[in-house]
């Protein structure tokens, strides 16, 4: 059974890092391409970044870019977002996905796999 787990999130001041991980277990994803997406009450899951399942090219949305990085960690079981110079409106539920395509894809629709969620909240 295909499982991603997040983990990391919390309560944050405006301002400061959070560095979120997912545990992926299950099956080989080595060369699936990763992504991270949010949700924020009353709005659509919106992606955040991700990740080539082969090499390791990185995307991001404008809102996050040069203040979020992801990255892997070794065999590819685990993907992390780091996230520093919070904002109140990075306040959401971050879930990671796995998509069985080697690009990157925008949309939530294109991963097949999803974990739980993990809440991050940051406070002005």
């Known amino acids: 059974q295909v499982q991603l787990v997040e983990s990391g999130g919390g309560l944050v001041q405006t301002g400061g890092s959070l560095r979120l991980s997912c545990a992926a277990s299950?099956?080989?994803?080595?060369?699936?391409?990763m992504g991270w997406f949010r949700q924020a009450p009353g709005k659509e899951r919106e992606f955040v970044g991700g990740?080539?399942?082969?090499?390791?090219?990185?995307y991001y949305a404008d809102s996050v870019k040069g203040r979020f990085t992801i990255s892997r960690g070794n065999a590819k079981m685990t993907l992390y977002l780091q996230m520093n110079s919070l904002k109140p409106e990075d306040t959401a539920v971050y879930y990671c996905?796995?998509?069985?395509?080697?690009?990157?894809?925008?949309?939530?629709?294109?991963?097949?796999?999803w974990g739980q969620g993990t809440q991050v909240t940051v406070s002005s």
């Open positions: 996905a796995a998509s069985s395509r080697v690009a990157v894809i925008r949309s939530p629709a294109g991963y097949e796999h």
């Open positions: 299950g099956r080989a994803f080595s060369s699936y391409a």
């Open positions: 990740i080539m399942g082969i090499g390791s090219s990185t």
